[in-house]
């Protein structure tokens, strides 16, 4: 079936650090990859997102490239601030056909704390 | 404006009781979802509607039932509450089935005692 892992958390940097999640999958065909992060106490927000292969998505400071020969979109920020403090989900959807619902699956989220 | 609201936040209440929570959608999307938040953070999802019709049921216990009464609603009741029930639930939306991006609520925390 299809599945998606992230590195465990949580993950402590400085501020200014590099920042590396690692995310791979598990998929039949060609899913959708994304990046969602959840600030403390709200809903999630899509932080970026890559539809097929070597798409590389970029936000707010943020890449992820969909690598299909390794089946991973590993998140990477140069220098991160004490605001990206969150929880970061990786997930991955297929589009609907042949019995698919279109239906995000979500990797078990990582938590990263930012030191000033 | 808010995209995608719940009501309530937070929601306490003692095993056995029956609840609900609201979900409004203002943003013109045909797909919602439910999603269950565990203790560990760790993302579900329960149910999802596409134009008030039910697509995915996740072998969700019978205690819980989803009601969309239009495309803009989806609320979701459970019945007979459990100690495990205890999560947060999270309410979404997305443009079409499958469309790439899903807009999230708020989220309720539910507590049984």
């Known amino acids: 079936g299809n599945s998606v892992t992230q590195m465990e958390g949580p993950v402590t940097l400085s501020e200014e650090a590099f920042l590396t999640i690692n995310c791979t999958y598990t998929?039949?065909?060609?899913?959708?990859l994304f990046w969602y992060v959840q600030y403390p106490g709200e809903g999630l927000q899509l932080l970026l997102k890559?539809?097929?292969?070597?798409d590389k998505g970029s936000n707010k400071g943020f890449e992820a490239t969909y690598r299909k020969e390794t089946t991973s979109f590993h998140l990477e920020k140069g220098s991160v601030q004490v605001s990206d403090s969150a929880v970061y989900f990786c997930a991955l959807s297929r589009l609907p056909h042949s019995g698919n619902t279109g239906k995000l699956i979500f990797g078990q989220g990582t938590t990263l704390q930012v030191k000033p | 404006d808010t995209a995608v609201s719940q009501t309530p936040k937070y929601l306490v209440t003692q095993m056995g009781n029956d609840k609900s929570i609201k979900c409004e959608q203002n943003l013109g999307h045909d797909t919602m979802y439910w999603y269950k938040q565990d203790s560990k953070k760790f993302l579900k999802i329960m149910f999802s509607?596409?134009?008030?019709?039910?697509?995915i049921n996740e072998t969700v216990p019978n205690r819980f039932s989803p009601k969309s009464p239009d495309k803009a609603h989806l609320n979701l009741h459970i019945n007979s509450l459990e100690l495990g029930d205890s999560a947060v639930y999270f309410c979404?939306?997305?443009?079409?089935?499958?469309?790439?991006?899903?807009?999230f609520g708020p989220g309720t925390r539910l507590t049984v005692l």
């Open positions: 998929a039949t065909g060609y899913p959708s």
């Open positions: 509607y596409n134009n008030k019709e039910l697509i």
């Open positions: 979404a939306s997305s443009q079409a089935l499958g469309y790439n991006e899903q807009f």
């Open positions: 890559a539809t097929k292969a070597d």
